[in-house]
């Protein structure tokens, strides 16, 4: 028996429920999918703060003392004061900027979910292709007329 005969031989309400439990695995999956590739996206992000944070602290905590004791190592060794600072900041400055550019690189790497971006658009071209079933063009009939619900 192909699938063909196999449709041909169900009820109406048999294909609806299958066509409707189909399409919800459809989603979940498709949703499964989207969650794994954020999931790898949010790593990134995850490093990428981490080490703006790590920047941030090293500027804010370490820059007072370490400028004062380089500073003050680099006057002993025959600059003048001023001299001394202004180096130990600049050397802060650019091991601050290294780690930030190190952050904006690991940001730069974190795309889009294009695998789901893919597949619902796959899914809604199939979704659009379908036409619904012809309808007769007779008459209804009194009998069609009224409609009988369930309760269920």
Do not use: C
Request: aromatic share 4%.
């Amino acid at each position: 028996m192909s699938a063909a005969d196999d449709g041909a031989n169900r009820s109406l309400g048999q294909l609806v429920a299958t066509a409707t439990t189909e399409l919800s695995a459809l989603v979940h999956d498709e949703i499964a999918l989207a969650k794994a590739e954020l999931r790898q996206d949010a790593r990134r992000l995850g490093i990428g703060g981490g080490a703006i944070a790590a920047a941030g602290t090293l500027a804010l905590f370490s820059l007072p003392v370490l400028s004062f004791a380089a500073a003050y190592g680099i006057h002993n060794l025959g600059l003048g004061l001023a001299w001394s600072f202004l180096i130990t900041g600049a050397s802060f400055l650019l091991v601050a900027a290294v780690l930030g550019l190190m952050a904006v690189a690991k940001f730069k790497k974190i795309k889009k979910p294009e695998k789901s971006i893919a597949s619902a658009k796959e899914t809604a071209a199939v979704l659009g292709t379908v036409k619904p079933h012809p309808r007769s063009l007779a008459e209804p009939s009194q009998t069609d007329a009224t409609v009988t619900r369930s309760s269920v």
